[in-house]
């Protein structure tokens, strides 16, 4: 069973969504895959899955797991300041690189030089 559940609600295909989808995507990776359940929901193809979890605005982060739940709407650029706010540990590549802002698609975001 995964130690962080995820629900990431985007709209259609929003160049900026499936970015910050693919981004989440990665840092559960790193974080392990087994602890880390990550869905994405686009709500135009399942409004009642957003209505049910009443999704108000897009993007919108859901973490049911660990509680206590959370949301988060806005910008997902920066995934370690986002697990960071939801008490969540940092992907692995970040501790690796000692970068200030994280790794993006694999490189530092900051000039750490990692």
Do not use: Y
């Not at 693919?22 to 790193?30: G, P, S, Y």
């Not at 135009?44 to 988060?72: N, Y």
């Not at 969540?88 to 790794?103: F, S």
């Amino acid at each position: 069973m995964a130690n962080v559940v995820l629900e990431f609600f985007i709209c259609g295909d929003n160049p900026k969504h499936v970015v910050w989808a693919d981004q989440l995507r990665q840092a559960c990776a790193l974080i392990d895959v087994e602890h880390c359940a990550l869905e994405i929901v686009d709500v135009l193809r399942d409004p009642r899955r957003a209505e049910a979890a009443e999704v108000l605005a897009t993007p919108v982060l859901i973490k049911s797991l660990p509680h206590p739940s959370q949301r988060l709407v806005g910008d997902f650029s920066s995934v370690d300041r986002l697990f960071a706010r939801l008490g969540l540990p940092l992907p692995v590549a970040r501790a690796e690189h000692g970068c200030r802002e994280g790794v993006s698609n694999g490189a530092c975001i900051d000039p750490c030089g990692g």
